[in-house]
């Protein structure tokens, strides 16, 4: 079992960046699969971006692709997301997620951090 805290949200004008972060603990960090999701408020919560174990493989959903960046540091068992070039449609809540295996579904989330980005 993991524990997921996120960190990092704020305010921010479009065009602006944040960097958002996602401290676990419990089970050995490396071991999950790890990815980042949002929830805008009245929509469905969507796929940002996605790293595998060791970090070698990221994975994006094509509406921030080259605006967003996913790391991760197991030796601090922390995940990232680098966001840059914010615009007022990625405002939401930002939740770190992990899972096992590489595909199926996310077992562990974290509380979420919010984003707000103004125009």
């Known amino acids: 079992q993991v524990q997921l805290v996120e960190s990092g949200g704020g305010l921010v004008q479009a065009g602006g960046s944040l960097r958002l972060s996602c401290a676990a603990s419990?089970?050995?960090?490396?071991?999950?699969?790890m990815g980042w999701f949002r929830q805008a408020p009245g929509k469905e919560r969507e796929f940002v971006a996605a790293?595998?174990?060791?970090?070698?493989?990221?994975y994006y959903a094509d509406s921030v692709k080259g605006r967003f960046a996913i790391s991760r540091d197991n030796a601090k068992n922390t995940l990232y997301l680098r966001m840059n070039s914010l615009k007022p449609e990625d405002t939401a809540v930002y939740y770190c997620?992990?899972?096992?295996?590489?595909?199926?579904?996310?077992?562990?989330w974290g509380q979420g951090t919010q984003v707000a980005v103004s125009s």
């Open positions: 790293i595998s174990w060791s970090g070698s493989n990221t």
């Open positions: 997620a992990a899972r096992s295996t590489a595909a199926g579904d996310y077992k562990y």
């Open positions: 419990g089970r050995t960090f490396s071991s999950y699969f």
